[in-house]
């Protein structure tokens, strides 16, 4: 079983729609954990961290279930430049605090 | 702003070559990391570091090996460059404080023929 698993999509949505992605750990000692974006042929940066209450930037939510082991990010009123690639990411090497774990991303299409 | 810069972005390399990427960090980072990314199957960690002359393995390090000498540099090396180790490699480095964000470089692409 992977450690951090996502589906891989493509969603492919209109403009202005709601969506979300779902992301499962399999460490529940896992301790930190982010939303990561990655542009077509560029690097990942980082688009938010998710606390254990839930936070939210703007059109962007992220939620934490600890008891599932549970990771989400709902984006509400998409724009064409939220296209891109999301990938779930997890601290939970037992053996080193600085290490993440990337799931292999969910790709996200927002149409005209 | 955080930079992380790699010394290339494109690299064409022939089988049994011996391979060098570099990769340079701004921000007084204890840790750095080398990862590969392959369609399908996510970023994989090939190897770290925690400070320099400190080497940690990943989850795929057979066939390669790194070198940090200064705190803002870390090489990745390719002793005998093969076919499979066609990918693209990003260089990423983090503080050991906090919650260990991550921070990339543009990424090497490279091409074993």
């Known amino acids: 079983r992977k450690e951090v698993e996502q589906d891989p999509g493509p969603f492919n949505v209109p403009e202005g729609a709601t969506v979300a992605f779902n992301c499962t750990y399999s460490n529940s000692a896992s301790q930190s954990f982010f939303w990561y974006r990655q542009d077509c042929r560029k690097e990942p940066k980082l688009l938010m961290s998710v606390y254990s209450s839930g936070n939210e930037d703007g059109r962007f939510t992220a939620q934490l279930n600890r008891a599932s082991q549970y990771i989400s990010l709902l984006i509400r009123d998409s724009k064409l430049s939220d296209s891109a690639t999301y990938l779930c990411v997890v601290n939970s090497r037992s053996g080193s605090a600085r290490q993440l774990t990337f799931g292999s991303g969910t790709q996200l299409t927002v149409l005209p | 702003d955080v930079k992380v810069t790699q010394s290339s972005r494109y690299l064409v390399k022939r089988t049994g070559e011996k391979v060098f990427l570099e990769c340079v960090q701004d921000?007084?980072?204890?840790?750095m990391f080398w990862y590969r990314q392959d369609p399908g199957l996510g970023l994989r960690l090939i190897y770290f570091?925690?400070?320099?002359?400190?080497?940690e393995k990943g989850d795929i390090p057979e066939g390669y090996s790194v070198s940090r000498e200064k705190k803002e540099r870390f090489s990745l090396i390719l002793e005998s460059a093969s076919t499979n180790q066609t990918s693209m490699y990003l260089c990423a480095s983090s503080s050991s404080g906090g919650a260990h964000e991550q921070y990339f470089g543009p990424g090497t692409r490279l091409t074993v023929t």
């Open positions: 570091s925690y400070d320099v002359k400190m080497k």
């Open positions: 921000m007084d980072h204890e840790n």
